[in-house]
């Protein structure tokens, strides 16, 4: 009996024409969300942004205040 070969998924190997529209989207977003919640965004990482709460003016609960961003986001 022949093995049928496996089907392959076309979405890691389709180019996406949409991906810098996509990107700039959402690195928008995430600056939006960021500064309404007093944070500070630094820096992207693939598909995640890295923010900073606290700094330069400290905050009474930074933690706290990462926490709702995150849960806003």
Not at 8 to 32: D, K, M, Q, Y
Not at 45 to 65: I, K
């Given at each position: 009996m022949k093995r049928r070969p496996q089907s392959r998924s076309?979405?890691?190997t389709a180019p996406n024409p949409f991906r810098h529209r996509n990107r700039r989207i959402l690195n928008g977003?995430?600056?939006i969300v960021v500064?309404?919640?007093g944070g500070?965004?630094?820096?992207f990482e693939g598909n995640a942004a890295l923010a900073v709460f606290g700094t330069p003016a400290p905050l009474?609960?930074?933690a706290g205040t990462a926490l709702s961003c995150a849960r806003a986001i």
């Amino acid at each position: 009996m022949k093995r049928r070969p496996q089907s392959r998924s076309r979405c890691t190997t389709a180019p996406n024409p949409f991906r810098h529209r996509n990107r700039r989207i959402l690195n928008g977003f995430f600056e939006i969300v960021v500064e309404r919640c007093g944070g500070l965004l630094d820096k992207f990482e693939g598909n995640a942004a890295l923010a900073v709460f606290g700094t330069p003016a400290p905050l009474d609960d930074a933690a706290g205040t990462a926490l709702s961003c995150a849960r806003a986001i």
